[in-house]
């Protein structure tokens, strides 16, 4: 991977701040996602990291503007290419997504419609957002199912989904989401679905992907390998809050937030890992997600958390641009990691 | 880091845990307390349980016999019509009986037709459901063909035919009904059978060396009771309401004893001019009905909500 | 598909034939039908003769397939009651009975199917208890009951709509609300979960995504993939209309085969009976096999295996 450059480099195509996703149950209001702060340029990868139900995914929900009903989204700045998104209204908002910014899913066999082909649902997102005519969208999508390494692209075009392997729907969905364009790609842990094998294909397909139509991406996953891989900068996401932001090397050379610090721990890595030698393991649950914030939320579980934790909420703090940490604990103070802990990503 | 490391190193204890994890509740605890605020259950619960003791003590609930003509007292109207008094509550019919009393021991054989055939169907269904399901291939191929051919006869002409054939006692009508609605039962306990039959406990036993039948009784019957349950009330609706139809149309219960539907055939004859003749057994039905497709459907909630929408 | 078309149609045929066992056999199982025909008077020469002119002495597989081959040829035997030809009352009295069952299913399709659709995009709604109340209320609804009601209230005291006989098309609407309304629950909660289970899955996710509208969310994506149940309960909703016609058509006076079978039970008029027990139940065959081939045709996923 290139040395990963400051932020600024890159022509910002995304700015998110102070996003919140609150969902209203039974028990009160669920704080799903607590002031999000994120930005992401063009040509950049994006990594939001995070266990499940940490909030990545109402994240990206909530900027695509595809929340579920009983969900509320309140930001205060959310402007794609320049563009005031919470100014708009929701038609003016779908007249967006797929256009300037385009989602993909996690499991490709439920997220196509069974009773349609392949070539029906990618030419009628170029159709709907006015692109151009039926031709045009025909001969758009065969280029790109071409273009994502499907042979035979043409009767492909004419399968239903059911009739392409796992591997070859997640390709047929890139293409898709790639039909008008878009700046702003968010995919939602394109790979977990997958085989194994089939997993590498589809990140490297991404990256060059990325590479020429220099589009942003916002990748979320729970796989500190994939972040490795792909990220030029890292999120980290805790309990519905960013607990540690940067660029991938920094965050993997040295990890500030003993969240981040204990995912590292528990990877293995080969030829680094003694045999036999224990590998970490974070233990405690997620704090219950309700009602107001008013501590650090990882502190039950931390193996550093010392009294001042408990008594008000954290801030974030940024010890260098584009740097943050959201603990309380000083770069100095930090406990020595393991010795086996993953080094920069090279 | 392990407590150990962090004692050694003085860190100060975290404070305790927030009380999120409460003790979580007994299933049967959760299963009451939905039970308890379940409007349709309740509902449901209720009537059953109202017309149940009605129609269990309904001798000693009125006065009057209901096959006791007197023509003297023919076709007075119910209590809240012009003519009406409290001594006939709902009124008398062509032949002078107590309305009132009639619809109470009327109660007795919609219960009776209903839970029977409802029984009959659910175990001759519920066997061959499990049959099917559990072993698959020609034995299934066998309970589908059946089902099949249940579902193509037109239940209702075959139940007039029968009936016919064997006349109309309360125990004839039971079986006739219950040899013929069976069906549902089939096809729900198949589907749940093939699906629990994959699962890894089911195959255990089987590695254990459990005879099937108790594989079957013992793991496969558990699953399906809730979705049986379910059905039973469903298809015990459908037995009344065919019943009632069947009397109505005089090849069901036979007269004089007091079948609701044949109430409403009864009274049809004065319909025009005493239309509470027809209309108090029809509501009769109808709420019985409604309660207990209201309490199947409640049950269903109750022990296991996650399927509804 | 073939392969898949070709196995379902041998199930058709099988049941068919198993059918008509049935069918025949059913008026047979009192035992002497004979001496029933013959009446409670008659000496037991007089039964034999009886039973000989109506071939009752031969072997029941015999009698059986003497039937079918006769039936094959158009010949489903005389009344006993009007010594009629058989297909002649069938055919008299099937037209209305079929547009009972056809006014009956659109008008239960016309309700059903858009409060399904509207139940299902706003659960919880107003309009998703009235469609569920509504079909609490049409289950329990005693068929017969609900004729009589309506009788009195539109006929008798409104007196609006004609109560009785098939003079015109006005004579049709009590009876087919009377029998919609017992077909029409089944078929709006199925078009209710079809939509539920639509609208929750994955791909209206990413139709969303891609920005499509409302409507095309709804019924091109949505309803495409809900209908599918819907399509076979209607098919078998027609089945049942046709057989189960028999109260309605009482209750209205209306001269269909569901009242003609209905006489004959009573009369003991066995040919009629089989006849119009096997037709019926052949019409449903026919019918589920129709559904089939049509869920094959809209579902890809059965059409290309």
Known sequence: ?346 | MTSIERDRRGIVALSPAPPYEREAPSPRMIMRRRALTHPGFLFGATIMLATILIAVFAPLLTPYDPYFQDLSQRLIPPVWAIKGSWAHIFGTDGMGRDYLTRLMFGARISLTIGFGAASIAGFIGTSLGLIGGYFGGKVDAVVMYLVNVKLALPGVLIALSLIEVFGGSVTSVTLVLGFLFWDRFVVVTRSVTQQTRIADYVTAAEAVGASRLRIILGEVLPNVANHIIVIASLEMGVAILVEAALSFLGLGIRPPTPSWGLMVSEGRNFMFFQPYLVAVPGIAIFVLVIAINMLGDGIRDITAPEGRN | MPRFLIHRATIALLVAITVSIIGFTLLRLSGDLASALAGDTATPEQIAQTAHLYGLDRPLYIQYLDWVWKALHGDLGRSLFTNEPVTFLIGQRIGVTAQLSFMSLIFALAIAIPLGVLAATRPNSWVDRLALGLSVFGQAMPNFWFGLILIIVFGVTLRWLPISGTDSFANFILPTVTLGTSVMPAIMRVTRTGMLDALDADYIRTARAKGLSTGSVLFKHALRNAILPVVSLTAVSLGFLLGGSVIVESVFALNGIGFLAFQSILRTDFPVVQSIVVFVSLCYILLTFLSDIINAYLDPRIRLG
């Not at chain 1, 500030?256 to 974070?282: E, V």
């Not at chain 1, 940024?318 to 020595?336: D, F, I, Q, Y």
Request: overall charge positive.
């Open chain 1, 1 to 346: 991977m290139t040395q990963a450059k400051s932020t600024a480099a890159f022509e910002e195509v995304l700015r998110v701040e102070g996003l919140s996703v609150e969902i209203g149950i039974s028990t009160g209001l669920l704080r799903a996602v607590s002031g999000i702060d994120l930005h992401v340029g063009r040509g950049e990868t994006l990594c939001i990291v995070g266990e499940s139900g940490c909030g990545k995914t109402m994240t990206s929900l909530g900027i695509i503007g595809l929340l579920p009903r009983r969900a509320r989204l309140t930001a205060e700045r959310l402007v794609l290419e320049g563009r005031d998104l919470l100014a708009l209204s929701p038609k003016q908002r779908a007249a967006l997504r797929g256009d300037r910014m385009a989602m993909i899913f996690q499991d490709p066999m439920t997220s196509l419609n069974p009773v349609y082909t392949i070539g029906n649902q990618m030419e009628e997102i170029f159709l709907r957002h006015g692109k151009g005519d039926r031709k045009a969208a025909r001969a758009r999508a065969e280029y790109l199912l071409h273009k994502v390494g499907i042979s035979a692209a043409a009767s492909r075009l004419g399968q239903y989904p059911h009739q392409l392997s796992g591997g070859l729907r997640q390709r047929a969905m890139i293409a898709m989401t790639l039909m008008c364009d878009p700046t702003l790609i968010i995919a939602d842990e394109p790979t977990t679905a997958l085989d194994v094998t089939i997993q590498a294909q589809i990140l490297h397909l991404l990256h060059d992907l990325q590479r020429e139509y220099r589009m942003a991406l916002i990748l979320i996953t729970h796989d500190l390998g994939i972040v490795a891989r792909m990220a030029t900068r890292v999120v980290v996401m805790y309990a519905g809050q960013v607990v540690e932001t940067g660029t991938a090397a920094e965050v993997f050379a040295a990890p500030m937030h003993p969240y981040t610090r204990g995912l590292l721990d528990c990877i293995p890595i080969p030829g680094k890992t003694a045999r036999g030698a224990q590998l970490g393991s974070i233990p405690g649950m997620v704090p219950a997600l309700l009602g107001p914030i008013a501590s650090c939320q990882f502190r039950n579980r931390c193996p550093q958390a010392f009294a001042d934790c408990a008594a008000a909420p954290v801030p974030l703090r940024e010890t260098a641009p584009g740097r943050t940490s959201r603990c309380l604990l000083t770069p100095a103070s930090l406990v020595p990691q393991r010795a086996e802990s993953l080094g920069a990503a090279e």
